[in-house]
């Protein structure tokens, strides 16, 4: 049954009340129509639990916005939207046109440092999260007296001659629920093994992020990523007032799960009384990367799951960390962000 207003509800009971469930939650096309963003196209999704989020169907169907109750609980950069055609792999381009949002899908044959691997270039995180969507399928509808809401999509990262990796993306929501699942598959429909690197840049901002508010992990090691970040390490799970200039930090962690390899991580806002989590796989998933930005006007903090560091597809080579796909072969990747309301449900996690 859907939880609304703190009572379990029937079907029954919510259509004697509505004349149509878009008065309670919902999910819905439109297109943006202004600035970089112009023809940009996105999908809203409301649960009617004061949970609302923006997708983004020119985009990867990444989540552009996340808000709860009103407040606002994603970073969005300085540049804002920008629709695909504006995207570029070339140099620092990638940063004029990255719109953070609550998550990024970084990938799927680059994921950090542009480089250059085995003759090609690769941009900043890859090209995945610059990607339209194709196959959009939408749906609502009631499955005994639970209200679903589900969308779909591909996205095909592909060269003549090189790569054929498709991306096959699903999100769905209920009725009064308080979080957004993502499956994603990803297939490699070529004919020789290709590297594979994926990573979910999930990016909080103000005024979730603040002062008040403090990382919580089932962490077990946490390694600096540079000397920038090594002078970081004793206070990267708190957070300080924006300053001006402040140079971004990288910290990479390891850390606990269950038999099944779930684990899960938050943003908590002690002040707000609100957190949100994602859960998420390390067998799936085995690394996880923080980015924590204290600048004036760049105040972000990064949680991302993912396959590898973010040094770039050469540096993961060079390791002898670097993933590949077998042709055929597909790989599964499951997540959840949620909402903690409460410090009764914060202090539980």
């Given at each position: 049954?859907?939880?609304?207003?703190?009572?379990?509800?029937?079907?029954?009971?919510?259509?004697?009340?509505?004349?149509?469930?878009?008065?309670?939650?919902?999910?819905?096309?439109?297109?943006?129509?202004?600035?970089?963003?112009?023809?940009?196209?996105?999908?809203?999704?409301?649960?009617?639990?004061?949970l609302?989020?923006?997708?983004?169907?020119?985009?990867?169907?990444?989540?552009?916005?996340?808000?709860?109750?009103?407040?606002?609980?994603?970073?969005?950069?300085?540049?804002?939207?920008?629709?695909?055609?504006?995207?570029?792999?070339?140099?620092?381009?990638?940063?004029?046109?990255?719109?953070?949002?609550?998550?990024?899908?970084?990938?799927?044959?680059?994921?950090?440092?542009?480089?250059?691997?085995?003759?090609?270039?690769?941009?900043?995180?890859?090209?995945?999260?610059?990607?339209?969507?194709?196959?959009?399928?939408?749906?609502?509808?009631?499955?005994?007296?639970?209200?679903?809401m589900e969308?779909?999509?591909?996205?095909?990262?592909?060269?003549?001659?090189?790569?054929?990796?498709?991306?096959?993306?699903?999100?769905?929501?209920?009725?009064?629920?308080?979080?957004?699942?993502?499956q994603?598959?990803?297939?490699?429909?070529?004919?020789?093994?290709q590297?594979?690197?994926?990573?979910?840049?999930?990016n909080?901002?103000?005024?979730?992020?603040?002062?008040?508010?403090?990382?919580?992990?089932?962490?077990?090691?946490?390694?600096?990523?540079?000397?920038?970040?090594?002078?970081?390490?004793?206070d990267?799970?708190?957070?300080?007032?924006?300053?001006?200039?402040?140079?971004?930090?990288?910290?990479?962690?390891?850390?606990?799960?269950?038999?099944?390899?779930?684990?899960?991580?938050?943003?908590?806002?002690?002040?707000l009384?609100i957190?949100?989590?994602?859960?998420?796989?390390?067998?799936?998933?085995?690394?996880?990367?923080?980015?924590?930005?204290?600048?004036?006007?760049?105040?972000?903090?990064?949680?991302?799951?993912?396959?590898?560091?973010?040094?770039?597809?050469?540096?993961?080579?060079?390791?002898?960390?670097?993933?590949?796909?077998?042709?055929?072969?597909?790989?599964?990747?499951?997540?959840?962000?949620?909402?903690?309301?409460?410090?009764?449900?914060?202090?539980?996690?």
């Open positions: 049954m859907a939880k609304i207003l703190g009572s379990e509800l029937t079907r029954d009971y919510l259509l004697r009340h509505v004349g149509s469930m878009s008065q309670l939650a919902g999910i819905k096309r439109f297109t943006m129509n202004e600035g970089k963003s112009e023809g940009l196209k996105a999908i809203e999704i409301k649960t009617g639990s004061g609302e989020a923006v997708l983004l169907e020119g985009k990867c169907l990444d989540v552009a916005s996340m808000s709860y109750k009103g407040i606002g609980l994603n970073f969005t950069t300085k540049p804002g939207l920008a629709a695909p055609q504006y995207a570029s792999q070339h140099g620092s381009e990638f940063l004029r046109n990255f719109q953070g949002g609550m998550l990024y899908t970084c990938g799927l044959s680059n994921v950090g440092s542009a480089c250059i691997d085995m003759g090609n270039e690769y941009g900043i995180h890859g090209r995945i999260g610059m990607t339209s969507a194709e196959k959009i399928a939408i749906s609502s509808s009631w499955l005994g007296d639970e209200y679903l969308l779909s999509g591909e996205m095909r990262e592909a060269a003549l001659f090189g790569e054929n990796l498709v991306l096959k993306r699903k999100v769905t929501a209920q009725l009064g629920g308080r979080h957004i699942r993502i994603d598959k990803v297939e490699n429909q070529g004919y020789q093994s590297p594979l690197l994926l990573l979910y840049h999930f909080f901002g103000y005024p979730l992020l603040c002062e008040d508010a403090r990382l919580v992990m089932p962490r077990t090691k946490v390694t600096p990523r540079d000397d920038v970040a090594a002078k970081g390490l004793g990267y799970e708190t957070f300080c007032a924006p300053i001006d200039g402040s140079a971004e930090q990288v910290f990479y962690h390891e850390v606990g799960a269950d038999d099944g390899g779930n684990t899960i991580a938050a943003l908590v806002n002690d002040r009384q957190g949100v989590y994602i859960r998420y796989n390390i067998r799936q998933l085995p690394r996880l990367i923080q980015w924590k930005s204290m600048a004036s006007g760049d105040y972000v903090l990064g949680i991302e799951p993912s396959t590898c560091l973010v040094e770039g597809r050469a540096k993961e080579r060079e390791r002898g960390t670097l993933q590949f796909l077998a042709p055929g072969e597909e790989k599964s990747f499951d997540l959840e962000i949620g909402i903690l309301d409460g410090m009764a449900e914060i202090n539980e996690f």
